[in-house]
């Protein structure tokens, strides 16, 4: 038996409504989950990227997952919206407090971008209206190569006959591209009564062409490497990590001013390396490298 | 004679309102997977779900059922299960969900049934399990030892069983 997640959870404000969302979940045996904030890029002006409210605040307790003694994981997830070019920006500092990144991309060209340059985890694929664009192979291995993963949403085609039509159409239209490989299968909605088990999730998937153990990836071990890559994004190829120093170590005898000093720092102060010797060798050779597929399983283990 | 092969689906009811549970019933449900095949597979589904094709069991309480289908078309029966979303019961439309327990899946080999005997074997099993869930849930002690003293009941109840198969062996 494998993990199961589903990397789709969109935020809503209701509280309730979340909590009874988070317990089916776990009760339908999912042991992760991510939280989606979507941002709306806009063409004009300089908008905000919103914060990922703490898990604390959302939630009072974690409910216990089907099967196991654990309680459900929560991840946050930032979904950007993408109709121009410079809407995403590369290593912007709000991207930092999410822990997976993915874009929409609305167009062929931002499709083609997203595939070769975006450094993102996920890229979702438009199942409400028919695709505007074709899927071309190349943009797709290239998105393989780099270990992106296209993200299929199954709750509107739950939801009524023609968006179910247009979801089969662009499930299959992606699946005939890439063979059924990088495809994550997650829910989308908001509502507990539309989050399906994962084992009828994987059924699903093979109505887009899938074979049983590509539908199966598609809700386990790909979502896995998902949540692996995004940690080789947030961390050079998941060598070297940079963490902030707690506030409570630092020495009690110095005064207020040097505190809240030390506090404003960025948090590349401290620096953990796994490899002691010839550090500066490392370091550059393994940040010239874009972090492949291949990498990130050897950095799993 | 060959013998006909069917495979069983256990499938979980989930409802929203928990005091729905008790109408369910097998006839209301057997036309609503019956709807949301011949709508996802149009004729040609309808006409592979009408041979062979049955609600076996509806366990009310539980929220447990369990579905017969001929073995060449369970895939097609199992794709349209996700897309049932309401079930009509006593003239009121029930929104509700079906998720499956017990089938076979690439890869979890473990799951697969081919009997209804091995259904019931996995029911027993499943709701120990939830049993076990239940029980840091409960607030009085009055509850607490009721689900204990049920938690006991049925691990007997699986020692007896093996042992009889042991004596049989």
Avoid at chain 1, 89 to 97: G, Q, S, V, W
Avoid at chain 2, 59 to 77: F, V, W
Avoid at chain 2, 92 to 102: E, V
Wanted: aromatic share 6%; hydrophobic share 35%.
């Amino acid at each position: 038996m494998s993990l199961f997640m589903d990397l789709n959870l969109p935020f809503t404000a209701d509280k309730k409504r979340l909590k009874t969302l988070l317990e089916t979940a776990a009760h339908l045996g999912f042991s992760t989950v991510a939280i989606n904030y979507v941002h709306k890029a806009q063409s004009k002006g300089k908008q905000e990227i919103p914060k990922p409210t703490p898990l604390d605040q959302l939630v009072d307790e974690l409910p216990i997952v089907q099967g196991r003694s654990r309680p459900i994981k929560i991840l946050n997830r930032l979904t950007i919206l993408v109709t121009d070019t410079n809407h995403y920006r590369t290593n912007a500092a709000e991207y930092k407090a999410y822990d997976i990144l993915a874009v929409h991309p609305t167009t062929e060209k931002l499709f083609h971008a997203a595939c070769m340059t975006f450094d993102v985890d996920i890229i979702c694929i438009t199942i409400t209206e028919r695709l505007p664009f074709f899927f071309k192979r190349a943009p797709i291995n290239a998105a393989r190569e780099r270990g992106v993963m296209f993200e299929v949403c199954y709750a509107a085609a739950i939801r009524d006959s023609t968006m179910r039509r247009y979801t089969l159409t662009n499930g299959l239209a992606l699946v005939e591209r890439n063979n059924g490989k990088n495809v994550i299968i997650s829910s989308g909605t908001d509502k507990a009564l539309e989050l399906r088990g994962p084992y009828d999730v994987a059924n699903l998937a093979q109505l887009f062409g899938m074979s049983e153990a590509e539908a199966k990836d598609g809700v386990s071990s790909n979502c896995r490497s998902v949540l692996l890559h995004a940690e080789t994004r947030k961390t050079a190829s998941g060598i070297i990590y940079t963490v902030k120093t707690p506030k409570d170590t630092e020495p009690k005898e110095t005064d207020t001013d040097t505190i809240s000093m030390v506090t404003d720092e960025p948090p590349s102060a401290k620096k953990r390396k796994t490899s002691a010797e010839t550090d500066t060798d490392t370091v550059s050779m393994v940040t010239d490298e874009p972090p492949s597929a291949k990498k990130q399983k050897t950095s799993a283990s | 004679m060959v013998r006909v092969k069917s495979r069983y689906l256990l499938c979980e009811i989930n409802i929203s309102v928990p005091s729905n549970r008790l109408l369910l019933e097998d006839r209301p449900i057997f036309s609503a997977v019956k709807d949301a095949v011949a709508s996802m597979h149009g004729d040609y589904g309808a006409a592979q779900c009408s041979i062979g094709f049955s609600v076996k069991y509806v366990n009310a309480l539980t929220g447990i059922m369990l579905i017969r289908c001929p073995k060449s078309s369970y895939r097609l029966i199992w794709s349209a299960l996700p897309f049932v979303t309401s079930v009509e019961l006593k003239g009121r439309k029930i929104p509700l969900f079906l998720n499956c327990l017990h089938v076979g899946v690439a890869g979890g080999g473990e799951l697969h049934s081919g009997t209804i005997r091995t259904c019931q074997k996995f029911l027993v099993r499943y709701n120990t399990q939830q049993l076990h869930r239940m029980l840091p849930q409960c607030k009085t002690t009055d509850e607490k030892t009721h689900v204990r003293r049920a938690i006991l009941r049925s691990s007997t109840k699986m020692l007896k069983g093996k042992e009889h198969k042991d004596e049989s062996d």
